[in-house]
């Protein structure tokens, strides 16, 4: 077998093979070296990328009836989380945390907001929002409006939520996403926490992926 | 006359508390979680101990300051948060069910009266062999530490 290499006939086709690979190796590395971010994307739990998602203008209505929409969203950082004041476990809890998670985090960062959008804007009117979110902190912001309006922002991201109401009743209970959504100063879907949430999870990721971000822009 | 009758009248209610109760069932830390003040729909959370080798089950929940109780549990499916409503609770023979936060928990409905940290009621747990405990249930805050303690422990 060696003999047979070390024959030249056999040498050049072997040479120009290793050249190959030699090139290709090189080019990948060079190409992993110029892109070092792109390697530490895939280790932020949550963070989209190099996809984030720019999406359109929405028309919610804000927990004082005012529009809300993507212009509203930029400037700032934005955590959205979806739900319905109905619900007695697993909103409040992360209602809870996030007022945890935003105490902490404003000590250190400018242009937050936390976001509730109601999915079941039927029951839930600007009023009833505005105590809602105004009780775990009075900074954080309520949407909605009416189905069609909350949709026009939940259809865009890929919000799953579901209405159990087989009759007319006043009494159902809603299913709906348990994540929160991350959106950075330019209005794009950057990241997607999922449950169950933990402040100092939260506060991680999301410092993770801010400065993430902030490199690339 | 009068006075015997009503002797009789207390042992008798005496005498058929103290038979309907659970002595196999302890029922600790149950509390109420305040809610924003127009919230119709509450949770409460509390530890359900079976100190017998039968299975007990749980299965109708009361309060006088709400007009219904059921027994729900919490799940993430694919991202998806759902309550699934239980119609009765089976607590095992020397087991401890908890009902807490992001798991299984009662669910209040309409308050009769805005409830705030520091109020206090009663919940009565009646069982499928006739018997009912009543215990004290404290209206608390939620604590985003004790959520997160729970989380470890599941």
Same mark, same amino acid.
């Given at each position: ?10 040498l ?10 030699a090139?290709?190796a ?5 190409l ?35 529009p ?29 945390v ?59 991201i890929?919000v ?58 | 006359?009068? =006075? /015997?009758?009503h002797? +009789?009248?207390?042992? %008798? ?8 109760a &659970? ?18 729909v ?16 749980l ?8 007009? =219904? /109780?059921?027994?729900? +549990?919490?799940?993430? %499916? ?8 239980? &119609? ?10 908890e ?56």
């Amino acid at each position: 077998m060696i003999k047979t290499l070390s024959n030249s006939k056999f040498l050049i086709p072997a040479m120009a093979i290793l050249a190959m690979l030699a090139t290709s190796a090189g080019f990948y590395i060079s190409l992993k070296q110029s892109q070092p971010a792109l390697g530490d994307s895939h280790k932020i739990e949550g963070l989209f990328w190099p996809n984030p998602k720019q999406i359109n203008d929405f028309n919610t209505l804000d927990q004082m009836n005012k529009p809300f929409g993507l212009e509203q969203l930029k400037e700032k950082w934005s955590f959205i989380f979806f739900g319905y004041t109905h619900c007695p476990d697993v909103c409040p809890i992360t209602m809870s945390v996030m007022n945890e998670v935003y105490k902490k985090l404003a000590t250190q960062h400018d242009n937050l907001q936390v976001i509730f959008v109601s999915v079941d804007p039927e029951r839930d009117t600007s009023e009833k929002l505005s105590q809602y979110v105004s009780y775990f902190n009075d900074t954080f912001i309520g949407l909605g409006g009416n189905k069609e309006k909350v949709d026009s922002l939940t259809k865009q991201i890929g919000v799953a939520y579901f209405l159990n109401k087989e009759e007319q009743t006043e009494e159902y209970l809603v299913d709906h996403s348990a994540s929160i959504f991350i959106f950075d100063p330019k209005a794009r879907f950057v990241g997607k926490l999922s449950a169950p949430h933990e402040s100092s999870k939260i506060i991680k990721q999301f410092t993770e992926i801010k400065k993430f971000i902030n490199a690339q822009n | 006359m009068h =006075k /015997i009758k009503h002797l +009789l009248l207390v042992s %008798i209610l005496f005498f058929s508390c103290s038979l309907s109760a &659970n002595e196999n069932i302890s029922i600790s830390d149950v509390w109420i979680s305040e809610a924003p003040p127009n919230v119709s729909v509450l949770a409460a959370y509390a530890k359900i101990q079976n100190t017998s080798d039968e299975l007990q089950t749980l299965i109708l929940i009361r309060c006088p300051l709400f007009s =219904k /109780i059921e027994l729900h +549990l919490s799940k993430v %499916i694919d991202g998806v948060a759902k309550m699934e409503k239980q &119609n009765s609770l089976t607590i095992p023979a020397q087991d401890t069910i908890e009902l807490s936060p992001g798991a299984f928990h009662l669910m209040l409905f309409d308050p009769k009266a805005p409830l705030k940290s520091g109020d206090t009621t009663t919940i009565t747990f009646t069982f499928a062999d006739g018997t009912s405990n009543t215990v004290e249930a404290n209206v608390k805050k939620r604590n985003v530490s004790d959520h997160e303690h729970d989380h470890h422990d599941h």
